[in-house]
């Protein structure tokens, strides 16, 4: 790995951040959706909550060199979630 900046270390760590933020909002997504398709009323929230967090992750993994991979995502976890 190419030695980074000081700069580029605290961007890599907001794109983690972005990363982490929209894989939960898209797992939040489906009990939305869920929920909504019981009560019989368009799942809007749902669908703002997909495209939200679908959005938040394309832009992480463009954002990121190389961008990212399955067997990462827990590693990525760890990192946003303990500092």
Excluded: H
Excluded at 27 to 38: D, E, H, I, R, T
Excluded at 58 to 68: F, V
């Amino acid at each position: 790995m190419p030695k980074m900046t000081a700069k580029a270390v605290v961007m890599v760590e907001y794109v983690d951040l972005i990363m982490v933020l929209g894989v939960i909002v898209l797992g939040l997504a489906f009990p939305a959706a869920v929920g909504a398709f019981s009560r019989g009323s368009p799942p809007r929230a749902a669908m703002l909550a997909l495209f939200a967090g679908g959005v938040m992750i394309l832009y992480a993994n463009a954002s990121r060199p190389g961008g990212y991979s399955a067997a990462e995502m827990p590693q990525v976890f760890m990192r946003v979630f303990t500092g």
